[in-house]
């Protein structure tokens, strides 16, 4: 009973308009002032509590990271590598574009900023050599989704919020999965190429290839040091972190220098109001989470599910479309944060690995960015294109159907997940 007058609650006040953020905290304050005997004020102190744990400062570093790669012209040059790479085979561009995002994902952390920084650039030239608006939106808005997959992902740090899994772990989980992915959407975007025959780019030399991999080492020595740093045991993902912001910072403005000190403020501003926005949607569900728990829903979830004698493919089957339904009305770290604690008991106790589970999640996180009403990437991609989101949706549907059949690969293939952390024997 507790647990539909709560969900009730949260899901009326969504559907008002009301911020998810706004929402959680209120659910939680009506829920504690009318229905239980808890002391209002340690409302407060769970709300400041919940957001004083050391992996949270990952966060806002790696947000701050990503924004001086964006402006630092990183993804330039990660371009330039990726198209002289790849570039005279069918669709050139438009792999280069996949290439591209699977290695700014890998620094960034964030999917709308691997959007922004790769689609304002390559876009624009796939459009003046040939190949339709469409084809080049649907390439970038799905390829854009690798940001919360390849490590290091900000969504993973909020799964390990949640659930106390581990950051280093879960980076390295998402290795495998992500190279498959990039994989994956590249053979979508060569065989659509090659059967229209859109352009591709003349052959590179090797000269050419080592040139454009000098010019893009800075950006690229960034993966080495964070995941590097973090299977090495120099550093914790929270101080890979803090190190990639510093780096990202140099290279930006000492290196490659495309990025003044006057421009530095703002991008500090930026990070700290995103930053903001993230860490009050955390506190609040925190809270959200504390009064599940404190009210059983979880366990009483669990052991309703283990009394139906549900095997464990069902529940996966289950949280996969309970995962894709909420991508229709919320963003990413709003799911995680609430779903998350709810869903990881019961699969604790039906023998899932967390780590596998974290992957699933996170691999629906971005199915859910690239089909509306709410994905993330459809709208930062309308504002590169000036496409409406209709017809964006309509040009995503080949790559997100590839989406879709690797998102049942890593949830019944558990392997696909867990086998490079376990030969680092991080697990």
């Not at 009301?18 to 002032?33: E, H, Q, R």
């Not at 939106?137 to 799905?142: C, D, S």
């Not at 879960?170 to 190279?179: E, I, T």
Request: net charge positive.
């Amino acid at each position: 009973m507790s647990a539909a007058i709560l969900f009730g609650l949260l899901i009326a006040l969504m559907l008002t308009g009301m911020p998810i953020a706004i929402s959680l905290g209120l659910t939680v304050l009506t829920f504690f002032y009318f229905m239980t005997n808890v002391p209002i004020e340690s409302v407060a102190l769970k709300l400041f509590s919940g957001i004083a744990n050391f992996e949270i400062m990952a966060i806002p570093f790696f947000i701050l990271a990503g924004n001086f790669l964006t402006h630092g012209g990183v993804a330039r040059r990660m371009i330039a590598f990726a198209s002289a790479m790849v570039g005279h085979w069918h669709g050139g561009l438009a792999l280069a574009g996949v290439m591209a995002c699977a290695l700014f994902a890998a620094v960034s952390g964030s999917s709308p900023a691997t959007v922004v920084a790769i689609g304002s650039i390559i876009l624009p030239a796939m459009v003046a050599q040939g190949f339709p608006k469409r084809f080049g939106a649907g390439v970038i808005t799905t390829s854009g989704a690798l940001g919360i997959l390849i490590p290091p992902s900000i969504v993973m740090v909020m799964y390990a919020v949640s659930t106390n899994t581990s950051v280093g772990s879960l980076f390295m989980a998402g290795v495998v999965p992500g190279l498959m992915l990039a994989t994956m959407l590249g053979l979508t975007t060569w065989y659509r190429a090659w059967k229209n025959n859109y352009p591709r780019l003349p052959k590179a030399s090797w000269g050419e290839r080592w040139r454009t991999f000098k010019e893009g080492a800075w950006g690229l020595a960034l993966i080495v040091i964070v995941m590097g740093g973090i299977y090495s045991g120099m550093f914790t993902p929270t101080e890979a972190a803090a190190m990639s912001a510093v780096y990202a910072f140099v290279v930006s403005v000492f290196v490659y220098k495309d990025m003044s000190l006057s421009r530095v403020p703002k991008i500090l501003l930026d990070s700290a109001n995103m930053s903001s926005m993230l860490l009050f949607i955390i506190a609040n569900a925190v809270l959200f989470s504390f009064l599940m728990t404190s009210e059983n829903v979880p366990q009483a979830m669990a052991n309703w599910m283990l009394n139906q004698h549900l095997s464990y493919w069902v529940f996966l089957l289950f949280c996969n479309i309970l995962l894709l339904l909420a991508g229709n009305v919320m963003e990413p770290s709003s799911i995680v944060l609430i779903l998350a604690p709810l869903l990881f008991p019961v699969a604790l106790r039906l023998g899932i690995d967390p780590v596998h589970f974290g992957i699933m999640m996170t691999v629906n996180m971005e199915v859910g960015m690239c089909h509306p009403p709410v994905g993330l990437n459809l709208f930062v991609a309308s504002g590169i294109t000036k496409m409406g989101i209709t017809e964006l949706t309509v040009a995503v549907w080949p790559w997100l159907l590839t989406m879709i059949v690797f998102l049942l690969m890593v949830t019944y293939i558990p392997a696909i997940s867990l086998t490079l952390p376990r030969l680092l024997g991080m697990m």
